[in-house]
């Protein structure tokens, strides 16, 4: 069950993104076209990785892929066509991470800009250059993107932590997303195809977060923690409300918290 555990979280962190679409969608001159890209994205990721499971194991045998040093793939093409596969693979690894770098920054910087103009996140982050790119929204992503770099000198953990807290902290997102696919189904009296959709969504949702553990979970909520001052100036700037609701979130929030931290500084959290 364990390796089953640890499977979901690394498919989860490989899968991270497939949103993508979703989240520029605003950009997109046809709605439609946002639905085609989701699909077709998770299609042809989905087939260059199982490709890339098989077609190694069709040369080389298993356990000596294990033992491979990464970039894994190119040492399977320099087994297969000689010296330049490798220098092949190499190349376009390089190109991938390039691309990906650049992806994941505009993704990041587009998700806290369209909540700014949702009045959701504070006004600054909504400013648009002459390009309409978020600038500030950018800035910040670049800064944390360059902390956590730094964080690369001095641990060899510090990319598994990185993509482990990654995964765990979209699960919630990814759960609520699923939660109200079913109540709009529901409500909107939509298909019992939509139904069963959220229904699987939903608990699919909730096994991930049980997979996660409750070691990045706690680390998670004290990720969150921080946004209920971000929350509270919002609503007050917007002369909106704090509900009965919002404040046992906040308190559950808190709670988990200082649970995080005394998990932490006795060490019964280890992921560091």
């Known amino acids: 069950m364990s390796q089953v555990k640890s499977t979901m979280m690394v498919t989860v962190w490989a899968f991270l993104g497939v949103e993508g679409a979703v989240v520029f969608s605003s950009r997109a001159k046809h709605r439609k076209d946002v639905g085609k890209a989701t699909i077709i994205g998770l299609v042809s990721v989905l087939i260059i990785y199982i490709m890339i499971t098989l077609l190694a194991q069709g040369v080389i045998i298993q356990n000596k892929i294990a033992d491979l040093e990464s970039p894994s793939m190119a040492a399977v093409m320099e087994h297969i066509v000689g010296g330049w596969g490798a220098h092949f693979i190499n190349i376009g690894l390089m190109i991938s991470v390039m691309g990906a770098w650049l992806g994941w920054s505009l993704l990041s910087a587009e998700v806290p800009n369209l ?23 950018m800035l910040i992503t670049f800064l944390i993107i360059q902390t956590f770099f730094i964080t690369l000198l001095f641990t060899d953990k510090a990319y598994r932590f990185a993509f482990s807290l990654a995964s765990s902290a979209v699960l919630l997102p990814y759960a609520f997303s699923a939660f109200y696919q079913l109540k709009f189904s529901r409500q909107n009296k939509l298909s019992i195809t939509q139904k069963i959709i959220g229904l699987i969504a939903s608990v699919y949702s909730i096994w991930l977060i049980i997979a996660a553990g409750i070691e990045f979970l706690l680390l998670t909520m004290m990720l969150f923690f921080p946004g209920i001052f971000v929350y509270c100036k919002v609503q007050k700037k917007h002369d909106r409300s704090i509900t009965n609701i919002d404040k046992l979130i906040f308190v559950a929030l808190g709670i988990f918290t200082i649970v995080g931290i005394y998990f932490i500084m006795s060490g019964r959290i280890t992921s560091f």
Do not use: C, Q, T
């Open 115 to 137: 909540a700014a103009k949702d009045n959701i996140f504070p006004e600054w982050l909504g400013r648009d250059n002459k390009n309409s790119a978020p600038v500030n929204a």
